[in-house]
């Protein structure tokens, strides 16, 4: 069952006005355009996950999109965290095309896209870092913590995945 249904990001909706509002010639309409296309390719790859999501059984799951917590005088968000009795499972939902090296030795990701290279933050580390911080939440709230599992997902399925050794 979902308990927090995913919503279009605030930001999102401020960048589309604001692309609404920009003359066509302004200076920073380029970076905001990037920014915006970024920002709704992530929005639609996290709901690429939904129709999967829609087989678990409803009686045994619990689903929460876009959680915000704050814990230690910072927030961290998490895409989707799925809650059972048993454990809980955090998922970052990446919608990258092309071809996706993970690179563990300097904790990247780098995309190959029509011959383009890109370096992208390690998506494993985040991963990480919010099972450390959700686990630091569970604490400070002396709650007994969950066995939690993590997964990246890569929403876009024709995207070729690669490691290093």
Known sequence: MIVKKREVPLYNEVL??????????????????ESLARRLAGFKGEQAIDYPLSFLPQMDYL?????????QGHYFQIDTLILNQRFFVILEV??????????????????????????????????????YQLTSW???????????????????????LKTSP
């Open 63 to 71: 689903i929460i999109h876009d959680l915000r917590l704050f814990v």
């Open 138 to 160: 569970f604490k400070h709230q002396s709650f007994k913590t969950p066995p939690i599992h993590s997964f990246v997902v890569i929403s876009a399925p024709r995207t070729l």
């Open 94 to 131: 990446k919608n990258f095309t092309g071809t996706l090296f993970f690179d563990s030795e300097f904790n990247q990701l780098i995309r190959i896209l029509n011959g383009k290279e890109e370096a992208f933050p390690d998506p494993i580390l985040q991963l990480k870092r919010q099972h």
């Open 16 to 33: 589309e006005a604001l692309m609404r509002r920009l003359l066509h010639e302004h200076p920073s309409r380029k970076i905001i355009s």
